[in-house]
């Protein structure tokens, strides 16, 4: 059956330091990749997506994200946190359809 | 920026009665589609919704939720009974100003539901 797993439910990093969160998908075929993130008491905001090409994709405040097939992997990355990024990050999934599969999403704080 | 919006932002009602959460999806989109977050819990798909009818629907959208599209803009999730596990975030999404499906969904802000 298809999963999504993030298996960070809580990360602190201190402000100006990098960022990596996981995400794992379970279930063969390849998926679309996304990942949103939650300030508090606000909707989901799309910071990026892959659907396929370069493994490697850009979005919204710095992030990154890179597909990594083999480890059915896209971790999402930030080379400097910012104190304004604290916020839960959510990982999505479609595989077919369009119906999305979320993580159970990690809550990011940043210490000043 | 065109964005998903939706109202009330907050809604509290009684176990038993009738709720409508309203959605107006992005124009020239095709695709529309509920979920709801139990507080704590992850980001639950219940249904989408094309072409003024259901294309997918979840375990969690049984008799009590119905959707419809009434007019050109709006897009309503009603639930005909509230149960007390019912309360949660109800997020409405869009996509697709194609036909192309595996567009990237567009989330609105929320309804926040308790029921009491």
């Known amino acids: 059956a298809q999963s999504v797993t993030q298996p960070d439910i809580h990360i602190t990093v201190s402000e100006g330091a990098s960022l990596e969160l996981r995400c794992n998908y379970s279930?063969?075929?390849?998926?679309?990749l996304f990942w949103y993130v939650q300030s508090p008491g606000q909707g989901l905001q799309l910071l990026l997506k892959?659907?396929?090409?370069?493994?490697l994709v850009q979005g919204i405040k710095g992030f990154e994200a890179e597909f990594k097939r083999s480890q059915s992997s896209f971790n999402l990355r930030k080379p400097s946190v910012h104190w304004s990024d604290a916020a839960e990050y959510f990982c999505?999934?479609?595989?077919?359809?369009?119906?999305?599969?979320f993580g159970t999403g990690t809550s990011l704080t940043v210490i000043p | 920026e065109p964005e998903v919006t939706q109202t009330p932002s907050h809604q509290v009602t009684q176990m038993g009665q009738e709720v409508i959460l309203r959605c107006v999806p992005i124009s020239n989109h095709l695709y529309f589609y509920w979920y709801r977050q139990i507080l704590g819990q992850k980001v639950e798909f219940l249904v989408s919704?094309?072409?003024?009818?259901?294309?997918?629907k979840s375990e969690i959208f049984d008799d009590q939720f119905s959707v419809e599209r009434p007019d050109g803009s709006n897009f309503t999730l009603k639930i005909r009974s509230t149960k007390l596990e019912d309360s949660a975030m109800y997020f409405c999404a869009s996509s697709g100003p194609s036909d192309e499906y595996q567009e990237t969904q567009y989330f609105g802000p929320g309804t926040r539901l308790l029921v009491l």
């Open positions: 892959y659907f396929s090409g370069d493994t």
């Open positions: 279930y063969g075929a390849t998926p679309y």
């Open positions: 919704f094309y072409n003024n009818e259901i294309s997918e």
């Open positions: 999505a999934v479609v595989w077919t359809g369009n119906q999305f599969y």
